[in-house]
């Protein structure tokens, strides 16, 4: 073996070194403990609501009035309870086990569905505002969902939202213009508060340390190509949510505008102060809360 050759090879030995033993001292790191649990927790009360639900509803589209009024009616302690627990702080109690992994979000799941029986009725009854108060029941749901989770509990939570913003999106035409600033401004607070997906990213990888040991951390640097692609497509699916819901925003603060002021807005920028904080997207002055 020549010089030079000898020497590329001895490098690359080298380089591998350094790059396992880096790589053993990253997975061996302290893990920092998760944040302390609000007490209550209005998660593990959602949960419970969800769980506690007399009647589950699956496909909302296909009931009638009368179908969704006697379940609504069975559900309505259940759903006032939940509803109560939505002014609480909520944040997802981090479970390190494969065991029971997802029954706590099909709980919120169901509780969701729910609530979304209960806007439909309120929709199809032309009680619009009582409407447009539930969906937004709803977004709330949503965030309490994946606030402090991992992905799954993000997609759950983004899941819920959907339902919410979709009714919202339905019923922003027949709103007046009261209805429509207090939405928006309501829209604009929760976005303000959801956690960031770097913020979820951290939790995710933290839960898999935690849960899949040392071993398990080997698998994820050898699968790693993959890993970075479900995580990647996760944010931009996430990305594309708040989109919607930041055009959901200017929508109905626009048409508060243009209630009010007899014309539409000229542009975005035309509704700040008085209807919206700041332009859907750009930050406000300060830290962003989490």
């Not at 030079?4 to 403990?33: D, E, N, S």
């Not at 939202?161 to 979709?166: D, I």
């Not at 975005?268 to 002055?285: F, I, M, Q, R, S």
Request: charged share 20%; hydrophobic share 40%; aromatic share 6%.
């Amino acid at each position: 073996m020549t010089r030079p050759v000898k020497f590329v090879a001895g490098f690359v030995v080298l380089a591998a070194i350094l790059v396992f033993a880096a790589t053993f001292l990253a997975l061996h790191r302290p893990i920092p403990p998760p944040p302390p649990l609000p007490n209550p927790n209005a998660y593990d009360m959602l949960v419970a609501a969800g769980k506690s639900l007399p009647v589950e509803i699956e496909d909302v589209s296909k009931k009638s009035l009368e179908e969704l009024s006697a379940a609504n009616s069975k559900n309505q302690e259940t759903l006032a309870s939940a509803r109560k627990a939505l002014e609480a702080e909520s944040r997802v109690p981090l479970v390190y086990s494969l065991t029971n992994l997802g029954q706590q979000p099909v709980a919120l799941r169901h509780l969701g569905l729910a609530f979304s029986a209960l806007g439909k009725q309120a929709e199809l009854e032309q009680h619009s505002g009582q409407a447009a108060q539930i969906y937004f029941d709803i977004i709330r749901l949503g965030h309490a969902t994946g606030q402090g989770g991992v992905i799954l509990d993000s997609m759950i939570g983004v899941a819920i939202e959907r339902m919410g913003l979709a009714g919202l999106e339905r019923l922003s035409p027949s709103l007046d213009a009261k209805q429509c600033r207090e939405l928006a401004a309501a829209l604009e607070s929760s976005e303000q508060r959801r956690e960031s997906t770097e913020i979820l990213l951290l939790n995710e990888r933290a839960w898999a340390r935690r849960t899949y040991g040392f071993k398990g951390q080997i698998v994820r640097l050898l699968t790693y190509k993959q890993l970075k692609q479900t995580e990647q497509t996760w944010v931009a699916k996430l990305k594309a949510h708040e989109v919607r819901t930041q055009r959901l925003i200017i929508q109905l603060a626009s048409r508060a505008y243009e209630l009010e002021k007899g014309e539409p807005p000229k542009n975005t920028k035309a509704l700040v102060p008085d209807y919206l904080k700041a332009v859907p997207g750009e930050p406000l002055a300060g830290p962003k809360a989490n």
